[in-house]
């Protein structure tokens, strides 16, 4: 092939203007807009948490007052949950790779791509409109639980009615991945030749289209009853908040896997290819993640296991808590074991895939210490929870995306970025990030009880504890970004394939032109992740 | 450029994916509907007195007409479909029309049966509604909530039939190519069949 001759322009460089972008329905400039908005709410996010952390380094009020630090952890659960983590991985990495992977230069729909992502924004102003607006931001936690809800004087409507719109932008984009990978994949590509980061994409995209309508309802009948004063949800008016809480989880815990399960995909591509091995067990991945999302549908009720159930419907979400960590298991154990005899290349998005490993385990286990009902009934509402869903959460999806960030850095952005940096960022943002959390486990056994602004004296030395590792992980956040930022002018020239990569996305120039691809791509007969040995 | 062709291009017209990602929509619309059905059920069985004895306020005729009315509006869509394969595009047109009058329709017979209950004072707010008794109170808002909603749901069916009359205008739904009449009268199905479950709920169970 004579290079330069059909070296084709990128897709940066086929239009240009800040139109080009905005309205483009190309999937890798729609991806990169969610990545920047996505982006800027984390790191506000972000903040928000430093906040609160700051404001519990010691007992009473430091910083803020009872109902501003009410109104701070509510903000920071809305913006990290439905701002960050619940498109993440699908609508950064999943619009600009899906397409690549499974061979094809675009998703089904790209004008509905388009309009997810302007509802994403709108979505957003919402939220960030509670800011300046009337009584401030809501103060009722993200969980929006009635009756509390419908009778604060906060503006609860707007960040329901914000919560509403991402519902919807994120119900088209897994529209869109389901027939994408219905109708789109190579000819060549079967089932089962495909990647599993496409495969964990289609089990979420379908927790996002048949979960999302359930919150939709939901968050409209919150917003009805405060608008004509009814009570659906409040007892003194004949409703009953336990529904609320039913028809909340019943969105929200599929949900936690929709934040969950693509980034265990992105696990899946960078393990087998830092251990140049072919993935242990690779249908056992691909069917766990859809039983994930299946058996995902019938846990919520474990959030509910002190607000009054009967017995035996306790017994019975609690037995089906447990089945749903069985498929997460057989995915650790496949990754460790792809691993095993592996030839392997440490690089950055290996370790955040290793942390990703040893966090996501401290995170599942803990999860079955309160899917237990005695333990629960002790635990629930402790910093415990708090500890246990950041772990998944953070140190899971979290980090997953920091991985993948950098997994893919020079096939977005077309250079590499400083490897002894970045291993140095990632070494702040563990150590930072586990002397965050793990007091919290420890605080919630003695009792400490989320969602205050307070505490007793002898929580204290943890809590300082878990307050100086804010600082350091947020140092290493900051670390890897500039040097994230700074290699896109001084990295050197990303080659096709920097990792020895073997799926579709390595085929294609870094950056890949508007149509992905420039010759035909190659599917391997062998499946995804074959390595020559 | 690619120098290529890529036969599973994002860009061809693909009729199935259109119809798969339709299909995936109406799901999406059946369990937001879903959630309704299901706070209305739990509260009927919690407050199944107070439901029986306020259903009795509601209009059956006006119901009973309004049934009728969406079923021959689906009937006539359905049918605008066949006129196009047939490429009888005047018949296709008059009948997609007569969808949309037969939405006007309804909407006309849901205007005067929701201002009969508003001179009631049943509206939640008013005063005849706060002195009911809390099941009652549930029942007029489900009431008016789900047929509102409902409501919505024929407007914007009726909007986005409107879109497929422009684009038959055009040409760019034809004899060949009339996947957005198809899509179009699939949501109108839908609107349809939510109405077929709400009339029984409301107005007929004794």
Redesign the interface.
Known sequence: MSTAA?Q?KSFYEEKKGLKSWIFSTD?KRIGLLYFYSLGSFFLVGVILGLLMRLELISPGETIMKAKTYNQVFTLHGVIMIFLFLIPSVPAVFGNIFL?IMI????????K?NLLSWWLYVLGGLFALSTLVVGDGPADTGWTFYAPYSVKTGTNVSLAVFAAFILGFSS?LTG??F???I??????KMGWFKMPLFPWALYATAWIQ??A???I???L??II?ERV?????FDPS????PI?YQH?FWIYSHPAVYIMVLPAMGLISEMIPTFAKRPIFGYKAIAYSSMAIAFIGYFVWGHHMFTSGMSGPARVIFSILTFLVAVPSAIKTFNWVATLYKGSILIKTPLLFSMAFIFQFLIGGLTGLVIGALATDVHLHDTYFVVGHFHYVMFGGTGFAMFGAMHYWYGKIWGKMYNEKMAQISFGFIFVGFNFLYFPMLILGLMGMPRRYYDYLPEFTTLNVISTVGSWVMVLGIIMMLTNLIRSKKRGEKAPKDPWGGTTLEWQTSSPP?L?N????PIVPEEGPYFHKV | ????V??????NR?D??DK??MW??L???L??????F??YT??RY??ADAFLHASYELNVIMGTVNTIVLLTSSLTVAMSITAIQKGDTKMALTLIWSTIAFAGVFLVIKYFEWTAKFEHGLF??MEHYNML???E??FF?LYF?MTG?HGLHVIIGGIILLFVIAAIRKGETNQGKFIFLENGALYWHLVDLIWIFLFPLFYLIH
């Open positions: 059909i084709s999937h397409p061979g094809t230069d675009d998703v089904a729909f790209p509905i119900i529209l869109n389901i027939v994408t219905h109708r789109l994949r190579h000819p289209v048949l999302t309508p359930i939709g309802i939901t409209l009948m009805a004509f004063g009814l009570g659906l008016l004949g409703g009953d529904l028809l032109s149509h691809f420039d010759t035909e | 450029m690619a120098n290529f890529m036969v599973n291009s994002g860009h693909d199935e994916a798969l990602g995936l929509f799901f999406t619309e369990l937001l509907f879903g959630g309704l299901l706070v739990i509260y919690l407050n939640p707010g008794e809390p099941g109170k549930l808002f909530f909603f």
